[in-house]
């Protein structure tokens, strides 16, 4: 049975390779990304009624809370009347937008009267979400 002592010096410092290796891809507990609505003139950045067939403009910025967690995914999902809310964008996120994100969502509301619920999601490296949502109510 071979002991340490007889384990070649290579062998030992790929055995600590790995385990740094394997330490390093550990999940932390993690920091939610950070999402906001753009507020300058020109943008929705609130629950607003709007009238029917309106083009409205929703800007968003996205960014990492930490060094390494970067960003990964944008998703928009829009619930109308109180359904559920289906996909209407998502979009992978790599390079530089991976750190920082910024977008805008060109919106023409439905002609007829109801809500229109939009919900905006960004995800990073470890799977965590952070989200914002506003409601356009169109008359």
Known sequence: MPTISNLKMPVIAGLF????LVASC????????????????GY???DSTVAQG????????ASKS????????????????????TTIRQETL???SGDNYS?????TTRTKAGTEKYTFT????????NQLSLTLTTK
């Open 26 to 41: 550990k999940k932390d507990e993690g920091k939610l990304p950070n999402i906001s609505f753009k507020t300058d003139a």
């Open 54 to 61: 309106a083009s409205v403009k929703i800007g968003i910025n």
């Open 44 to 46: 929705i950045s609130k």
């Open 17 to 20: 390779a790995m385990s740094a």
């Open 103 to 107: 977008t805008d969502q060109n919106i």
């Open 122 to 129: 960004v995800t990073n490296r470890d799977g965590i979400t």
């Open 94 to 96: 790599s390079g530089g």
């Open 66 to 85: 930490e060094s390494v967690d970067v960003l990964k995914t944008f998703n928009v999902t829009q619930s109308l009347d109180g359904a559920a809310g």
